[in-house]
């Protein structure tokens, strides 16, 4: 099964790191990249502005409400320029 493993992956964990982030095996032997936590919530900024402008247009449509769903969206995508966040794909 040793032989099995994929490049750059050694000893007995199954955990090769990159950076702050790694790659893990699951119980199906298969790796799972967990992303950084900085990643993980520049993705929640992002989805809380999507739902709060995706919201505002049904119930009226709200505009000064989608407006600020917009403006969190923006938000989210400075933020996820300042922490690196496509550097979680490899």
């Known amino acids: 099964m040793a032989d099995q493993t994929a490049p750059g992956i050694t000893g007995e964990t199954g955990i090769e790191s990159h950076g702050q982030a790694a790659l893990h095996r699951d119980s199906s032997g298969q790796l799972v990249y ?28 709200t505009w000064w409400l989608f407006w600020t769903g917009v403006a969190i969206v923006v938000l989210g995508a400075i933020v996820g320029a300042a922490v690196h966040i ?3 794909w490899y």
């Open 86 to 88: 496509f550097d979680d």
């Open 34 to 61: 967990h992303g950084r936590t900085t990643s993980w919530v520049t993705t929640a900024i992002v989805f809380i502005g999507f739902t709060v402008g995706g919201i505002a247009l049904p119930i009226g449509p």
